[in-house]
């Protein structure tokens, strides 16, 4: 994947959280991850078969990881 930004090649890598990668709309208190409200959206795409590791581009000039969670978005290595 190229980096929206500069369009350079980005770095495939992981982000892992034991709980699960999720994403919300309002900040959560980590104590209470574990029973994320009803606006949680479990990340996945491909790199595990739980919800706990997702693909992660980095691009290290602009300081920006990239998360696609589309069909199509297994990296291709
Ligand atoms: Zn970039």
Redesign the pocket.
Same mark, same amino acid.
């Given at each position: 994947m190229n980096?929206p930004?500069?369009? /350079?090649e980005?770095e495939l890598g992981y982000i892992q959280c034991r709980d699960g990668v999720t994403w919300t709309p309002k900040k959560q208190l980590v104590a209470a991850l574990s029973i994320l409200g009803k606006a949680a959206f479990p990340i996945e795409n491909g790199a595990a078969d739980n919800s706990r590791t997702v693909y992660a581009y980095r691009?290290k000039?602009?300081k /920006?990881i990239v998360i696609d969670y589309s069909e199509d978005s297994k990296p291709l290595k």
């Amino acid at each position: 994947m190229n980096c929206p930004f500069c369009n /350079k090649e980005m770095e495939l890598g992981y982000i892992q959280c034991r709980d699960g990668v999720t994403w919300t709309p309002k900040k959560q208190l980590v104590a209470a991850l574990s029973i994320l409200g009803k606006a949680a959206f479990p990340i996945e795409n491909g790199a595990a078969d739980n919800s706990r590791t997702v693909y992660a581009y980095r691009c290290k000039d602009c300081k /920006k990881i990239v998360i696609d969670y589309s069909e199509d978005s297994k990296p291709l290595k």
